[in-house]
Nanobody, 121 residues
């Protein structure tokens, strides 16, 4: 399985970006999918996760109300809509997939390579 994240870039504070993560190699429609992020020198942290059917989601407190995770099982793709971006959202964003609906990194079986998001003040 390969996960390919895209959609990162440079945006001003208050702006929006939508990240996509396309899976190939097998269908992940029965898997939970999530987003994590990492700033250089810091540990990777949880951002959002969605269950296999899209009926359950969970968010880090820091992004709640601003970010929305979704998925399209027909396209084997998940998304992260990021609104009202802040400079502290600057990080490399990684998509991941795991058999269970979990916010834990060690519950993820597959990882993408990451996409850079930079928010300028």
């Amino acid at each position: 399985v390969q996960l390919q994240a895209s959609g990162g870039g440079l945006v001003q504070a208050g702006g929006s970006l939508r990240l996509s993560c396309a899976a190939s190699g097998r269908t992940l429609r029965s898997y939970g999918m999530g987003w994590f992020r990492q700033v250089p020198g810091k540990e990777r942290e949880f951002v959002a996760v969605i269950n296999w059917s899209g009926t359950s989601t969970s968010y880090a407190d820091s992004v709640k109300g601003r970010f929305t995770i979704s998925r399209d099982n027909a396209r084997n793709t998940e998304y992260l809509q990021m609104n009202s971006l802040k400079p502290e959202d600057t990080a490399v964003y990684y998509c991941a997939a795991g058999r269970y609906f979990s916010t834990r990194q060690d519950a993820m079986d597959y990882w993408g390579k990451g996409t850079q998001v930079t928010v300028s003040s």
